[in-house]
C-alpha cells in the first residue's frame, strides 16, 4: 500500500518522482473529505477535480509539467470566485457582484498546476474571528469538534488540519489566516499588504485584506506565497535572530497555559542562538481606534444590501454593518491616519530587531458559543482579545507567520513571527528557524 504524502512539498515532489499521481493525491483529498464531513469544511466541491486529476496525471507521465503545484489538490476560502462554482462569502444576504469571474490569485495558483478541490466554509462576509457561522453551520475544530475553529478562514484551516487538499487559499484583515491557523494547528502566512492580488475576491476592509496561503508546514507556504505573489524562491538560513518581544503590550494579555508557553519557546529560542530584546511598538495601543472607522469600508461593500435586505444579515455582522454606516468621513480619515500611526510604530520597532515574536491567539479554541475567555487580567471578551494579538500587524501590513509551537491542555496553539514591509522571504525563513526550535 502507497503511503500518501501528507505535505504539499511532499507531495509535489512524489507527483515529479511517480510515488504519487494527482489521481492518487485527489482521491485521498476527497476521502478525507468524506471522513470529516462533520468539520463542516467544505462549501462546495469540484466535481471536475477527479477528472482534472487524470489530465495531470498522464501529463506527469508524459514528462509534460504545468507548475510547481502540478496536481496538487488545494482548496479557497469561498470569499473569492472560482469559475463553475458559486461565491456566497458565508451569506444569506445578496453579494455584489465580484469580477474577474475566476480571482486572479486563483488563476495563479491553477497556472502553477494546482487543483481546485473545493471552496471552504467561512464566517458571515468574512466578518468574524469564531468561525461559527448562522447559515452555513459552524465549522468545528478538526482537534475538538466541540470548539472553535477560528476565523474567518475557518473551512480553510480545519481543511488542510484534516488532509482534505494539501493546502487552501484564506484572507486576513484582522487576522482571519492567523487565527484559525493557530487554533487548527497549522501554518497561516499573511503576506505584506498588497503582495497577492486580491481582485475577484469580495472586499472586507480593502485598506487592511490580505490574501495567503494556510498550509502544513512553512516550507508550504512559502511555496504556496512563491506561487501566488509571482515572486522568486529567497531561502537563507537563519542564525542568532534578534527577537523582539513586546512584553508590555502582552502584560495580562495571554491566558496562563499561553503564556507559559510562550515563555518557554523565548527560552528554547534563547538557547538556539536568539538574542531577546523586549520592544514597546508606539501606537499599537491605537489599534481599535485605527480600525473601527475602516469599517466604513465593509458598510460600503455591502451598502446595497443592508439597505434592501438588512434582515438577511446575522444580528453581529448586521450591527457592524450599520455602524459602519455611521462612521463620518472625517472620522475615516482619522482611521487612516492612526493607521498609519501603528504601521510606523511597528517599523520603527523592527529597524533594531529581525522579527517581532507573540502569541498568535491568546489562548487554546474556546467551546463554541463562548464569547470570554481567561486571561492573566481576569475574564476578558473573547473577540477583543484574541484581536488584541492579531490586529496590529494587519493593520500594519507586515508579512506574519502563524505557526504552531505548542499544545496547551493537549490543543494546538500559534506563534506569530513579522518583519519589515516586503521582507515576506524573511518572515518564512525566521518561521522556518522557529519551527525547528
Not at 486572479?104 to 487543483?115: F, N, S
Not at 478562514?153 to 481543511?159: E, L, R
Not at 493557530?182 to 469580495?202: N, S
Request: charged letters at 20%; hydrophobic letters at 45%; one cysteine or more.
Amino acid at each position: 500500500m502507497t503511503i500518501q504524502p501528507t505535505t504539499l512539498l511532499d507531495a509535489a515532489r512524489a507527483v515529479q518522482n511517480g510515488t504519487a499521481t494527482p489521481t492518487s493525491l485527489v482521491e485521498q483529498a476527497l476521502a478525507n473529505a468524506q471522513t470529516r464531513a462533520d468539520l463542516n469544511a467544505i462549501a462546495a466541491l469540484n466535481e471536475n477535480a477527479p477528472r482534472e486529476a487524470e489530465d495531470m496525471t498522464r501529463e506527469a507521465q508524459e514528462g509534460a509539467w504545468r507548475g510547481p503545484l502540478h496536481g496538487i489538490p488545494i482548496t479557497i476560502k469561498d470569499l473569492f470566485n472560482v469559475r463553475g462554482l458559486p461565491t456566497k462569502c458565508g451569506a444569506k444576504a445578496s453579494m455584489p457582484t465580484l469580477l474577474p469571474d475566476e480571482a486572479e490569485a486563483v488563476q495563479r495558483l491553477r497556472g502553477a498546476g494546482a487543483i481546485v478541490l473545493a471552496k471552504t466554509n467561512m464566517v458571515e462576509i468574512a466578518l468574524g474571528t469564531t468561525g461559527e457561522n448562522p447559515w452555513t453551520g459552524d465549522v468545528k475544530n478538526p482537534h475538538d469538534p466541540a470548539r472553535m475553529s477560528g476565523g474567518s478562514s475557518s473551512g480553510s484551516a480545519a481543511a488542510v488540519a484534516a488532509g482534505i487538499g494539501l493546502g487552501s487559499l484564506g484572507t486576513d484583515t484582522a487576522g482571519s489566516i492567523r487565527i484559525p491557523a493557530a487554533w487548527c494547528g497549522v501554518v497561516g502566512f499573511k503576506p505584506t499588504y498588497g503582495r497577492v492580488p486580491l481582485a475577484g475576491a469580495l472586499d472586507l476592509c480593502w485598506s487592511c485584506d490580505h490574501a495567503g496561503p494556510i498550509t502544513k508546514t512553512v516550507a508550504d507556504a512559502r511555496l504556496m506565497f512563491e506561487v501566488l505573489s509571482d515572486a522568486p524562491a529567497q531561502t537563507a538560513q537563519v542564525r542568532g535572530p534578534r527577537l523582539g518581544v513586546p512584553r508590555a503590550y502582552l502584560a495580562g494579555a495571554l491566558s496562563a497555559g499561553v503564556r507559559a508557553a510562550f515563555e518557554d519557546f523565548l527560552r528554547r529560542a534563547k538557547a538556539a542562538g536568539a538574542t531577546l530584546v523586549e520592544i514597546q511598538p508606539e501606537y499599537i495601543e491605537h489599534g481599535v481606534a485605527a480600525f473601527v472607522p475602516l469599517r466604513a469600508e465593509s458598510s460600503f461593500t455591502h451598502r446595497r444590501a443592508i439597505e434592501t435586505e438588512p434582515e438577511n444579515f446575522s444580528p453581529f455582522v448586521r450591527a457592524e454593518l450599520e455602524r459602519g454606516l455611521r462612521v463620518t468621513a472625517q472620522d475615516y480619515l482619522q482611521g487612516l491616519q492612526l493607521q498609519k500611526l501603528v504601521r510606523d510604530g511597528m517599523r520603527d520597532c523592527l529597524k533594531n530587531v529581525d522579527a517581532i515574536v507573540m502569541p498568535a491567539v491568546p489562548c487554546v479554541a474556546p467551546l463554541r458559543g463562548a464569547t470570554e475567555t481567561e486571561l492573566e487580567s481576569g475574564v476578558a471578551p473573547l473577540r477583543g482579545a484574541v484581536l488584541h494579538l492579531s490586529r496590529p500587524f494587519a493593520l500594519a501590513g507586515l508579512p506574519t507567520v502563524s505557526l504552531p509551537f505548542a499544545q496547551v491542555d493537549g490543543l494546538p496553539v500559534g506563534l506569530q513571527i513579522a518583519c519589515d514591509l516586503n521582507a515576506d522571504h524573511a518572515a518564512l525563513n525566521i518561521a522556518e528557524w522557529a519551527e525547528t526550535v
